[in-house]
């Protein structure tokens, strides 16, 4: 039925008036949209936020319409994705033929059976970080829990995607190059309607991230090209892939595709097993059971592909974390043509918030929203339950490549550090999600590194 056709039967949205939004949005973003969404038990509503006017979806049946049902209709365009275009170009994260285009060269790179193949690279590069954690153990000193998970990951993922075409010294520079990008279009984020001409705090430092980040994959790129390898590692793949391809995708586009493959499989990883240990710590229960686990299927290591499918309740623990802490925290879409949702006529040119972690917060879907609890990914819990109640992936034709390398590398990443230490938190909490990007803890959370022969109670 066309929307005139059923004007009649359309209602009108509640719209929060600005007064109560903008001062929660301003200072925490992240938690002003799951409280609002809490609010109106995941009704359609509208918020008022001066010369921006967007409305958020959080209940699962409107998230599948946008995500999935009428995904053509609402796409990855408008003000919000500005900012991510400068650091992501037009990749796996646009739309259009460039989406068409990097959907088609990274989707086979993406799946289980390919993940699977690059596991044991994986657990070995992770497993020659665990000396230096054991340094930091033998000295007393403590570490910065998301520059560690940030340079663990980072190293893995720098050899999946580059191999042997990169230097050390170079594939240490982009995890601290992408962090600082993804945390310094904060103003951008909050206030998409401010024009690119007017310069705003962290346009500097965001640019100067984006020139580091093209500094170090452009020059691999042509190496890449000019020294074909034998396609193991992703950039080889992807040359190989893309050499045939006329409509422009050039090094640009292998470099779209590199940077964007990279956030979803460093920067994310990271920042969700950054949120890890406060939980850890607040929640003894969980941790000695997950720690039991690892001691019983890892011993005292290394960390091995084949111990991945028996780390049951360590995947239980994960989907958890990424119920609570979601790394893509906000999935903004534009209507581009006049649709409906929920009996509400959305104009074209509209903006729509999608947020996983407000929906993963509604109490009409999940008990006991709050707490942290993996126990409700046990196997028979999962028919329970609505699909789009949980999405951190996203959904639909545009849902992340990246969910079978996460749930193989962070399981891998946990093996080897719980087989072999015990991370205790030495900052107080509370942890307040940080206005960036991806989801990240606005303060520092230290750890003291503790070796497992020296936990007191420990399993061994």
Request: charged share 25%; proline share 8%.
């Amino acid at each position: 039925m066309s929307i005139d056709a059923s004007a009649q039967t359309l209602r009108r949205v509640k719209t929060i008036p600005v007064h109560r939004v903008l001062p929660d949005f301003a200072r925490d973003p992240v938690n002003a949209l799951a409280d609002i969404g809490g609010q109106v038990g995941g009704e359609l509503v509208r918020l008022s936020l001066g010369p921006f006017r967007p409305y958020l979806v959080t209940h699962p049946e409107h998230v599948q319409q946008v995500l999935k049902g009428d995904w053509t209709n609402y796409q990855r365009e408008g003000m919000f994705w500005r900012p991510l275009r400068r650091l992501l170009g037009a990749s796996i994260l646009g739309e259009g033929r460039p989406w068409e285009s990097s959907r088609k060269a990274l989707q086979p790179l993406f799946t289980t059976r390919y993940v699977a193949s690059i596991a044991d690279r994986l657990a070995e590069t992770i497993t020659a970080r665990m000396d230096e954690l054991d340094e930091y153990a033998g000295k007393g000193q403590p570490v910065n829990a998301a520059e560690e998970m940030a340079g663990i990951v980072n190293d893995a993922v720098v050899k999946v995607l580059f191999g042997d075409k990169i230097s050390r010294a170079d594939g240490e520079r982009l995890a601290p190059a992408y962090h600082t990008a993804a945390g310094s279009i904060t103003f951008r984020l909050l206030m998409p309607f401010m024009p690119y001409s007017v310069r705003v705090p962290g346009d500097r430092a965001f640019m100067k991230a984006v020139k580091t980040i093209d500094d170090v994959v452009f020059p691999v790129i042509r190496k890449a090209r000019a020294e074909p390898g034998d396609g193991s590692d992703v950039i080889s793949a992807l040359c190989g892939l893309r050499g045939d391809d006329t409509e422009g995708a050039g090094d640009r586009q292998i470099r779209d595709d590199l940077v964007s493959v990279y956030g979803a499989a460093s920067e994310s990883t990271a920042t969700t097993l950054t949120w890890l240990w406060p939980q850890l710590d607040a929640h003894p229960e969980v941790a000695a059971r997950l720690y039991e686990e690892i001691d019983r299927v890892v011993g005292p290591g290394p960390v091995k592909p084949g111990h991945v499918a028996e780390l049951r309740y360590t995947r239980m623990v994960l989907q958890e974390l990424l119920r609570l802490y979601p790394a893509g925290w906000i999935f903004p879409r534009m209507a581009m043509r006049d649709g409906e949702v929920d009996g509400v006529r959305i104009k074209a040119g509209s903006q729509m918030l999608i947020s996983p972690y407000a929906t993963h917060r509604l109490e009409r879907f999940w008990d006991r929203p709050l707490e942290f609890d993996p126990e409700r990914f046990a196997p028979e819990e999962q028919p329970r339950r609505h699909k789009y109640a949980y999405f951190p992936f996203g959904g639909g034709p545009h849902q992340c490549l990246g969910q079978h390398l996460f749930y193989v590398e962070a399981p891998l990443l946990l093996g080897a550090i719980l087989s072999r230490f015990r991370m205790r938190v030495r900052t107080e909490g509370p942890f307040i999600p940080a206005p960036a990007a991806s989801l990240r803890p606005r303060k520092d959370i230290e750890l003291d590194v503790v070796r497992v022969g020296h936990v007191t109670g420990g399993t061994r």
